[in-house]
């Protein structure tokens, strides 16, 4: 059984910084695609960024592009997410996400797309 556990949430100034980790255990990750995503209550969940664990290069947002960066450590089976320049928009609660049997050539940022999903941490962000 696939587990994903997501930490290093928690409270930061505007302009400050978090970097989020996701313990991923219970599969063999070569062919996963791994993304993050969050969401806001009442609002729908938003992709941010996505990676595989061993083929190619990172996918952003728009709206994260040049501010958050995602990376993977496959010794730890451990993926990050580097969060700069936080603003408080940035509120929410971010997902970790699993995509097994992933394509080697398409990022997944569809939320639908992801077979597993890790319990969430909260993320605030103060002015």
């Known amino acids: 059984q696939v587990q994903l556990v997501e930490s290093g949430g928690g409270l930061v100034q505007a302009g400050g910084s978090l970097r989020l980790s996701c313990a991923a255990s219970?599969?063999?990750?070569?062919?996963?695609?791994m993304g993050w995503f969050r969401q806001v209550p009442g609002k729908e969940r938003e992709f941010l960024a996505t990676i595989k664990w061993s083929v190619g290069s990172p996918y952003y947002a728009d709206s994260v592009r040049g501010r958050f960066t995602i990376s993977r450590d496959n010794a730890k089976n451990t993926v990050y997410l580097q969060m700069n320049s936080l603003e408080p928009e940035d509120t929410a609660v971010y997902f970790c996400a699993a995509k097994r049997y992933a394509s080697a050539t398409y990022y997944y940022t569809d939320g639908g797309d992801y077979d597993y999903w890790g319990q969430g941490t909260q993320v605030t962000v103060s002015s």
């Open positions: 219970g599969g063999t990750f070569s062919n996963y695609n």
